[in-house]
């Protein structure tokens, strides 16, 4: 299997190589947000604006996308001055997550979740989709296709996806060993998390999932 320069795309995948691929250059992010203000890329809800960190000691998926949209947001972004943020959005049919910690600081306020901490029983999602900024890790792809049209992307089963001539990857299953990211939104049809643990720290930031 190769790739869109005709060069071979190998399993395994430096995940901090492909996020820079995946940068979404200024032009590209403008054309996002006229698409999304014709019509053209349908946005299901408005976000916060505010990132939360998740982290992970194994992420696998059956049915992964991969690609890029405008989220909208009630309020300006300091940093864009904008009414919106631009973000990689991944998709999975379902996810296995195996020692889940996710983290959101609001002012000095740290809530922070953990769940799937019992190795025989995950935390399990199904028709996730997250909307990120930033991920790491070490990421193993199954038949993978790098740089596929964003609008014809189909493994997870999601109706939608980014704009026609986007750049986009799929692959039928996913793995992820030591998952780091900060995402803007997560949504997913069902999302069980087993053995959860909600818990708030006041004045605390090493509470957060990991510093950075």
């Known amino acids: 299997m190769k790739d869109a320069q005709g060069d071979p795309a190998y399993g395994r995948t430096n995940w901090r190589r492909f996020a820079v691929a995946l940068g979404v250059p200024t032009v590209v992010a403008g054309g996002l947000v006229v698409a999304l203000a014709t019509g053209a890329l349908a946005a299901s809800f408005s976000v916060s604006g505010t990132q939360f960190k998740l982290t992970a000691d194994r992420l696998v998926g059956e049915g992964f996308t991969q690609y890029s949209k405008t989220l909208p947001t009630e309020k300006v972004q300091p940093s864009t001055g904008q009414k919106y943020v631009v973000a990689a959005m991944s998709g999975i ?107 708030l720290y006041i004045g605390d930031s090493s509470k957060e999932c990991y510093q950075g």
Do not use: W
Request: proline letters at 3%.
């Open 93 to 199: 049919g379902s996810a296995d997550i195996y020692k889940l910690c996710q983290s959101v600081a609001a002012g000095p306020v740290i809530l922070r979740i953990e769940a799937g901490t019992d190795p025989n029983k995950p935390a399990e999602a199904e028709d996730l989709l997250i909307g990120m900024s930033e991920l790491s890790g070490d990421a193993t792809f199954s038949d993978i296709n790098i740089g596929q049209d964003a609008s014809t992307l189909d493994a997870d089963g999601g109706e939608e996806h980014g704009e026609i001539g986007g750049f986009g990857q799929q692959a039928d299953k996913v793995t992820i060993v030591g998952l780091k990211q900060k995402a803007y939104m997560t949504s997913a049809s069902t999302f069980k998390l087993t053995g959860m643990s909600l818990k």
